[in-house]
């Protein structure tokens, strides 16, 4: 049943639940939060692209990023967001930034990648043993979404403890989606709100020294830009910069962990790419659709929507499972098998549609040149169970909080 991912086991019973609702219920209520839950690969992939159906826009509580009159009603000021936004804003604000996430704008950073996995993998490899989530997944892509913005990289701690707030959630979908004026004095919703005051400030302040002394990076790229000949109003550039520096490392951090836990359990699967390095791209899609970073994705329904025969009605919260889409047996023989030569791969871990990641690119491009180096660099290299990972807890996101590895020592 649905339940927060807490360990392991709390993985595996979601999956084995996620089968059954597959079969059982493919659209389904659940009483207690009133929201909606999708299941199969063509419904979720149907929920996540017909946006004048179901919107991205949050019309419930729990929607962090939206737009609110400010802090004054206990709620966070907060700028609009490509992730809550419907067209025809979507495209105008998407276009701001696509430029960033070019092929050849991604390829310019890969030696930048190497350099980092290198100087990180110096810092860390000494012992034989170390936490790969907090040494390894964690830094690398939090530097390279730093760098890009224009943020100081030694602000690394303070991104952390902001992830750690945001992303992990005791509160259960009930509890969290309830009005506004019920949710506001629960302690959790207090930390998370007063977590994006600090982000709020902080990207403030950033902006406002970038707007003195311009760079070359995104957030001066965005203090420049303008919809329809007019610039982004603070708010809106300070939500910009935060969606891009969460977005852009923490589901990367869970992509190269995942690969790192999917290639200890699957010593066959790491031989191959061990001896075949170019197999490591189509190796990255089979960790992205066997053990997806980012669990599901949430949804409003415009208008009254019927899916596999269940009418679900107008203005309902609607979660799409990619998790459990990218396990369909409808869409993937032998889902349950880490197949790192399979293809087709067409799964739904980056989303599908107008709100398909755009940090695609980029993230497959740092597992892509990372991997090859930690795998040369750490010769057998085993997760230490013994030592018992941590999950990040929650519902939206698979990762790991601490990955504790051995491998053996370099020279
Ligand atoms: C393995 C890594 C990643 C995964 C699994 C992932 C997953 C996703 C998913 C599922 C969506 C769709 C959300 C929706 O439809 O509501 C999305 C959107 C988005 N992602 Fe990623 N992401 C990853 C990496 C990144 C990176 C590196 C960045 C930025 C540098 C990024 C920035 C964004 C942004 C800005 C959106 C919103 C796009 C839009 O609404 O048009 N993501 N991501």
């Known amino acids: 049943m649905l339940q927060t991912l807490s360990t392991l086991d709390d993985v595996q019973s979601m999956y084995d639940w996620f089968e059954q609702m597959r079969?059982?219920?493919?659209v389904w209520r659940d009483e207690k939060s009133g929201c909606w839950h999708v299941f199969r690969y063509d419904d979720v992939r149907t929920v996540s692209t017909e946006y004048s159906t179901f919107s991205s826009e949050r019309r419930r509580p729990g929607g962090f990023a939206r737009t609110t009159e400010g802090s004054t009603n206990g709620q966070v000021r907060m700028g609009r967001s490509l992730l809550t936004m419907?067209?025809?804003?979507?495209?105008?604000?998407?276009?701001?930034?696509?430029?960033?996430?070019?092929?050849?704008?991604?390829?310019?950073?890969?030696?930048?990648?190497?350099?980092i996995t290198q100087h990180l993998l110096d810092e860390a490899g000494g012992s034989g043993k170390m936490d790969f989530a907090t040494e390894i997944a964690y830094p690398l892509p939090t530097i390279v979404i730093a760098e890009l913005l224009g943020v100081p990289t030694s602000d690394r701690p303070l991104f952390k403890r902001w992830a750690d707030v945001l992303l992990s959630r005791q509160l259960s979908d009930a509890e969290f989606f309830r009005p506004q004026n019920e949710q506001r004095d629960h302690p959790e919703m207090q930390r998370i709100s007063h977590t994006f005051e600090e982000m709020s400030d902080y990207f403030r302040q950033r902006l406002e020294e970038r707007k003195c002394t311009p760079g070359e990076d995104m957030m001066s790229d965005l203090l420049k830009a303008s919809i329809d000949g007019e610039h982004l109003s603070m708010e809106?550039?300070?939500?910009?910069?935060?969606?891009?520096?969460?977005?852009?490392?923490?589901?990367?951090?869970?992509?190269?962990s995942q690969a790192i836990r999917c290639f200890d359990k699957h010593p066959h699967a790491l031989e191959q790419v061990r001896r075949q390095p170019e197999m490591m791209p189509q190796a990255i899609e089979e960790v992205l659709r066997y053990a997806s970073p980012v669990w599901r994705l949430v949804r409003t329904t415009k208008e009254a929507a019927t899916i596999a025969g269940v009418t679900i009605p107008?203005?309902?919260?609607?979660?799409?499972?990619?998790?459990?889409?990218?396990?369909?047996?409808?869409?993937?023989?032998?889902?349950?098998?880490?197949?790192?030569?399979?293809?087709?791969?067409?799964?739904?871990?980056?989303?599908?549609?107008?709100?398909?990641?755009?940090?695609?690119?980029?993230?497959?491009?740092?597992?892509?040149v990372a991997l090859p180096i930690i795998l040369t660099r750490l010769a057998h290299l085993r997760v230490a169970y013994e030592e018992s990972p941590e999950l990040f807890e929650g519902r939206a996101l698979f990762g790991f909080k601490r990955l504790p590895i051995t491998f053996e020592k370099e020279g």
């Open 314 to 368: 107008k203005n309902e919260m609607v979660f799409a499972w990619l998790a459990s889409a990218n396990r369909d047996e409808r869409q993937f023989p032998e889902p349950e098998h880490f197949d790192v030569t399979r293809t087709p791969n067409r799964h739904v871990a980056f989303g599908h549609g107008i709100h398909f990641c755009i940090g695609a690119p980029l993230s497959r491009m740092e597992a892509a």
């Open 86 to 115: 419907d067209p025809p804003e979507h495209r105008q604000y998407r276009n701001l930034v696509s430029y960033a996430f070019t092929p050849r704008a991604i390829d310019r950073l890969r030696g930048r990648v190497a350099d």
């Open 236 to 256: 809106d550039t300070i939500s910009f910069c935060i969606i891009l520096l969460l977005a852009g490392h923490v589901t990367t951090t869970n992509l190269l």
């Open 23 to 26: 079969e059982t219920q493919p």
